[in-house]
């Protein structure tokens, strides 16, 4: 829990430079682009940070009475399993943290493919921690996060072979628009699509996020799938040319309100908790790809701030569902729904954090999601998109659908055979919760810093080619 705690805190500290000083540019080994790699850390990096910190420090917490071991069990075999696991876990999901904040951190096309590869196969390794199902959903994810990796490393090398060089902004003033460039830009789209999880590319997530351990799960959701979408922004504001990337961002706008209305609609079709939490991640997923084609129609930055806050309002609500249905599971003894009858009242807590995580991905205010879905509308309505207003909107009422589904049975009255008995846990696990579920209704109350912060840098503001001073 130190190195937790030491990690949210210079992340922090890190966002406090950047707000009081601008971006931040750093030459490792004193060498720079292109003989060196650089690091550079702008206001979308620095938030992308600070949302790794806060959701890893309270998931961290989670995990320290989540993976406790009851030294009471008369099982010894049993305990050493658990602290075996407990083990692997802190020192798989710090070396994840690290990679994650690297790639936030990065300036340089192969540094990205270091650091993202260190953070997908540690993503595969947290989740096989579960062992029984969730070894087939881990096997499975190894499997894509390995293939959509290659792909962004092809893209990297016709890249380099177009322009002779790796660094992130000097790659963007050589690429010109072409054949060479269209390839580049799809395999790389392909590859890191398909570790986001987009439509009809989501196969894996499912069982992946639905079976690993809730805190592992949250930290999927919350932030592992989020690099990879920093990275295509990255990837379509500093170095494809918009002759070859606005008709593929079209494209995936159409995939993204797919997968919103399809990932809606299978959430409230599940009957395990954490298995309608993740069909919902794979509908949230599909409006961080509405920014590709939106953004580049709208005047200002309005699209791509839609599509960063969204980001972070998602990754604290999502989390906070996640830690309250693993609570929930761990109390009930098991996550079906239909014999859940009439336990809200002993886990008010948990599912009050449900709740507020819920209210978020509705899009109700005061919420962090209220705001970047009203950016989202506002954009689509100043472009004419009005298909992205209408799934926007039906997106909401999807989500309160499934969240309405998961509390009216938690508050209905207990069957006569009495509610399931209760497993006590600690009081961390739902109080965890709660805390994520606060700060993402509290983005919606303060969310002029984040977006004030958002304009330190790209894709809104100044960039590395224009001489920050380390």
Request: charged share 10%.
């Amino acid at each position: 829990m130190g190195g937790a705690i030491v990690s949210a805190a210079v992340g922090l500290g890190l966002v406090v430079m950047v707000a009081l000083s601008g971006p931040r540019r750093e030459r490792l080994g004193g060498w720079g682009a292109p003989a060196g790699i650089e690091l550079w850390v702008d206001g979308f990096s620095a938030l992308m940070i600070a949302m790794t910190a806060v959701v890893g420090v309270v998931v961290s917490m989670y995990a320290l009475a989540y993976f406790r071991v009851d030294e009471g069990q008369d099982d010894a075999e049993r305990r050493e399993v658990e602290r075996r696991r407990e083990a692997y876990f802190w020192r798989i999901w710090l070396l994840v943290w690290a990679a994650i904040n690297g790639v936030f951190a990065s300036a340089d096309l192969f540094n990205l493919y270091v650091t993202l590869e260190v953070v997908g196969l540690g993503a595969v390794a947290l989740v096989a921690l579960a062992g029984g199902r969730a070894l087939p959903a881990a096997m499975r994810y190894l499997f894509v996060t390995l293939s959509g990796s290659l792909l962004y490393l092809l893209g990297v090398v016709l890249i380099y072979s177009e322009g002779g060089t790796l660094a992130l902004f000097q790659a963007g003033e050589s690429l010109m628009a072409g054949t060479l460039a269209q390839a580049a830009l799809v395999v790389m789209v392909v590859g890191l699509a398909l570790k986001t999880a987009l439509f009809p590319l989501h196969f894996w997530l499912p069982p992946a996020h639905a079976d690993a351990p809730a805190p592992v799960s949250a930290l999927l959701s919350a932030l592992v799938i989020k690099v990879t979408f920093y990275i295509l922004v990255r990837l379509w504001v500093v170095v494809f040319p918009a002759a070859v990337s606005q008709p593929v961002g079209e494209v995936l706008m159409i995939l993204g309100l797919i997968a919103v209305i399809w990932g809606s609609w299978r959430a409230l079709r599940q009957r395990r908790l954490k298995m309608l939490v993740a069909y919902s991640t794979v509908a949230q997923v599909g409006y961080l790809f509405l920014v590709f084609g939106l953004a580049p129609r709208v005047d200002g930055s309005a699209g791509w701030q839609a599509g960063a806050y969204f980001a972070i309002s998602h990754a604290c609500a999502k989390g906070a569902m996640f830690l309250a249905a693993g609570a929930i599971a761990r109390a009930v003894g098991h996550d079906q729904m239909e014999e859940m009858r009439g336990v809200g009242a002993q886990l008010a807590r948990s599912f009050f954090a449900f709740g507020l995580g819920g209210i978020s991905l509705m899009g109700l205010p005061p919420s962090g999601g209220y705001v970047s879905k009203w950016l989202f509308i506002t954009s689509a309505a100043a472009s004419g998109d009005v298909i992205v207003v209408i799934a926007v909107a039906l997106g909401g009422l999807l989500a309160a659908a499934y969240v309405f589904r998961v509390l009216a049975l938690a508050f209905e009255r207990a069957p006569r055979e009495g509610a399931p008995q209760l497993r006590p846990i600690p009081s961390t696990l739902e109080w965890a919760a709660l805390v994520l579920g606060a700060v993402a209704v509290a983005l919606g109350l303060a969310a002029g810093a984040p977006l004030a912060l958002l304009e330190e840098g790209l894709p809104f503001g100044q960039s590395l080619a224009e001489g920050v001073t380390p």
